[in-house]
């Protein structure tokens, strides 16, 4: 049985637990059911974390191989790396579903975030990683203008999570997964613009749906802007299971939360995302869906837009069907990538029938 360590962002947004649940879903379906995956936040906290050299130290002893991702670790600074230790890690390493992406200034030109990893940091990474997999194609091509030509985009775990079942009966809520706009990397007109826009986009929808349109707090820190709409039932979910739940019984989900969007288009759910920023619009491009996302960038109004999408539903299922394509691709991608991983650390890869 296989040990791997998985660094993975540990802050407190439900979608990074859902990533953190596929990947390890992923994992065992090629390293075997019983894998013991150590989970380690990303960032150094009081014990343990990141690429420091006590737990690099850990990770050479007790370790068979290591993971990094997926999530947002290429920038936000949530990674903490000692460039010292990782040069002495030596058991192998995969990174999987890490994106990095630009901010938009006031004039929506695509700028370097302030937080991005410093390009050595991200060189290293990448030479010590024997399977370099991206979520979308932006990352890779600002990985390649960083000199990683070794990077191939695999998608994000999450897209790999099963369909429901096609005779599944869909439940009556519909979820609006909201951000804290302060936490938005748009300028200031934009992020005052989106409580409006919010309060707007609710008000259609309950008069659509009624009392079954629930916001949806993502992070700890969305708590606060969901207090701004008192007359609308808040959801938080502090548990991936739950969290997936949810989204698998919802009627319609609507949401500024890019991993609310993956896994609705995973089972089938009709999704309609709201980007804001490259790595969210990059994602949902890369997974075959540009014609359905929402810029807030350059949508003049942003709730017409959202309402002539929900009108068209038919069009979401067909997008979707021949999204499936090119999803199947990265699935496919990420296996054998998992695969080559898994006969570098030493365990037999399994046999499939089929990709």
Not at 127 to 139: F, M
Not at 169 to 196: C, F, K, N, Y
Not at 276 to 285: F, H, L, N, Q
Request: aromatic fraction near 6%; proline fraction near 6%; include cysteine.
């Amino acid at each position: 049985m296989a040990t791997l360590f998985c660094v993975r962002p540990a802050t407190r947004n439900i979608g990074n637990d859902l990533i953190n649940r596929a990947t390890a879903d992923l994992l065992r379906s090629v390293f075997g059911p019983d894998t013991a995956i150590v989970n380690l936040p990303a960032l150094r906290d009081a014990q343990f974390g990141g690429f420091t050299a006590s737990q690099v130290y850990d990770m050479n002893r007790l370790a068979d191989g290591v993971v990094l991702g997926g999530g947002n670790l290429f920038e936000n600074g949530q990674l903490t790396v000692d460039l010292q230790a990782l040069e002495a890690l030596h058991v192998p390493l995969m990174i999987v579903g890490l994106s990095h992406g630009r901010i938009f200034d006031e004039h929506g030109t695509p700028r370097a975030r302030t937080d991005a990893m410093p390009p050595a940091a991200v060189q290293l990474l990448a030479e010590k990683a024997c399977e370099l997999l991206v979520r979308d194609d932006g990352s890779r091509r600002m990985l390649h203008d960083l000199g990683v030509a070794s990077a191939d985009v695999g998608g994000c775990p999450t897209l790999f999570l099963p369909p429901n079942a096609p005779d599944r009966t869909d439940g009556e809520r519909v979820l609006v997964s909201i951000r804290h706009p302060a936490r938005m990397s748009v300028p200031p007109p934009l992020q005052w613009r989106v409580a409006e826009d919010l309060r707007r986009l609710l008000a259609a929808l309950e008069n659509i749906y009624g009392d079954a349109v629930h916001l949806v707090c993502h992070d700890y820190r969305d708590l606060e802007f969901a207090r701004a709409f008192p007359g609308v039932p808040m959801l938080y979910f502090d548990d991936a299971a739950r969290y997936e739940a949810a989204l698998r019984d919802c009627r319609l989900s609507v949401t500024y939360r890019l991993h609310a969007f993956l896994p609705c288009l995973a089972f089938g759910v009709p999704s309609v995302h709201l980007s804001y920023d490259e790595r969210g619009a990059e994602m949902v491009a890369t997974a075959g869906m540009t014609a359905w996302d929402v810029d807030l960038l350059r949508e003049s109004d942003v709730v017409e837009a959202v309402l002539s999408r929900i009108a068209n539903l038919p069009r979401y299922h067909e997008l979707r069907a021949a999204a499936l394509g090119p999803i199947a691709v990265l699935h496919a991608r990420t296996l054998v990538a998992t695969e080559r991983f898994a006969a570098r650390v030493g365990v037999g890869a399994r046999v499939r029938e089929t990709l």
